[in-house]
């Protein structure tokens, strides 16, 4: 008995040829490639975006943290420095063990070191920290150095940290202590000592204010970590030029220059100081020189005349950390008194500079 198959309804079904397969994968790949070159493209401009902002932001941060620290300069609480006669030779900054030497070095509150051309260092052979945490190794040739003396802003009570220096002070005298575990400011000195110096507030007679004595130095390191001794750049590191901070602090009771990184990507830090020099007579409403503005700039004042500094313009010239593949820098840049061409590499770069005025030195010439 034959067997009649079914009648086919609709339409014969049929697959896709090699041809039309091929064609599909081809659409398919051109489409792929499109997105991924987006993506990537995206990816590099987020890449170049992060850069940018983080080289504002780090610029930013730099000139922040040294105009705050430049107005309080010369800050000692009640005491000022004027009463102290200029010492023969520039303080040397990376003393920490001599209190002598630290209550002298108050009379230069502010001064600084200056690097004369874009290949040179500036010169500390006279102190201490040419042979310690400024050596050549950790100096990025070109940048000047900045060194502030000043007082903390917040009152020491209770128990000092032990080896910390600090500075007691009335509006006549002023005294350097190293902290002691066994003191308890203000019923003792904060070397544990008695009490002699003494502040009047009408009748009420109490001790004299006790602050933390902070000695800071601004200077770029050619790294920013170092993994040498005390954190000092060595062969080896990272070369992102990084504005760095010297602060005399105690660790362990023993006083040491510790090095405190601050920003990465500061390239080139100078400075220009203008100096208070006329009226040339003494003001008896001031008993200083001067009316608290600037007269003349200069970028080495003299010994003499670092007393005569009531306005400071900072000058930085910032890096991105990374370099850009399509990025090509040949631009000169004016950093202050000094003229940098870039070398051409792939590293974008922004200038910053403010101009700040130290009220502690300038305030006192300037009142009325």
Known sequence: MAVISPLRKGPRQRGFSLIEVMIAMSIGLVVLMAVISMLSTSSQSRQEL????????????AIQVLYEDLRHAGFFGHYHASGLATPASLPDPCTTDDANALLTALAVPLHGYESTAINTRADLSATTCATSVLSDANLKPGSDLLVIRRADTALLAGVPTHGEVYLQANVTTAAIQFGSSTANVPTTTADGSAVTLTQRNGDLV??????????????????????????ICASGDDTIPTLKRLDLEASGGVRTMAITPLAEGIDILKLRYGLDTTPSTIDPSTGLIGDGIPDAWSTAPTLAQWSAVVSVQVHLLTRAPASSTDQIDNKTYQVGPLTVAAPGDGFRRHLFSTEVRPINLAGPRSMQ
Request: with cysteine; charged share 15%; proline share 5%.
């Open 50 to 61: 992060d850069q940018s902002a983080q080289l504002i932001e780090n610029g930013q941060y």
């Open 206 to 231: 109490s001790p004299a204010n006790t602050r933390k004595l902070h000695v800071r130095i601004y200077f770029i390191a050619p790294c920013s970590k170092g993994s040498g001794a005390s954190g």
